[in-house]
């Protein structure tokens, strides 16, 4: 499986984007799929996640009302729609994905999936 993540940018401080991740390959393989980020000289934090069989996204407190996380299975796409940024959600996006679904009290931890992205640079700035 790849994924490739693309969408970021530079972006006025309450202002939108929406990232792609696009999976190719043995796709069939992957079954859930999430996103982190990581700024300038912090860990990787947990952003959200989707199991691509149904079901509703997670989100992590920072995120939620702001981002939405929704998938297009004809396209093999992830979005991460990103409203009312904010200079705090700089930072490069990734997707990972993994072929089972993890328990909400696991999806944080970036060791457990098996797939990911290349990474795309979001900077939210005045």
């Known amino acids: 499986v790849q994924l490739q993540a693309s969408g970021g940018g530079l972006v006025l401080p309450g202002g939108s984007l929406r990232l792609s991740c696009l999976a190719s390959?043995?796709?069939?393989?992957?079954?859930?799929l999430a996103w982190f980020r990581q700024a300038s000289g912090k860990e990787r934090e947990f952003v959200g996640s989707i199991t691509w069989s149904g079901g509703s996204p997670v989100y992590a407190n920072s995120v939620k009302g702001r981002f939405t996380i929704s998938r297009d299975n004809a396209k093999d796409t992830v979005y991460l729609q990103m409203n009312d940024l904010r200079p705090e959600d700089t930072a490069v996006y990734f997707c990972?994905?993994?072929?089972?679904?993890?328990?909400?009290?696991?999806?944080?931890?970036?060791?457990?999936?098996?797939?990911w992205g290349q990474g795309t640079q979001v900077t939210v700035s005045s």
């Open positions: 990972a994905g993994r072929q089972n679904r993890l328990v909400l009290s696991a999806q944080a931890d970036s060791r457990a999936y098996e797939w």
């Open positions: 390959g043995r796709r069939f393989n992957m079954n859930f």
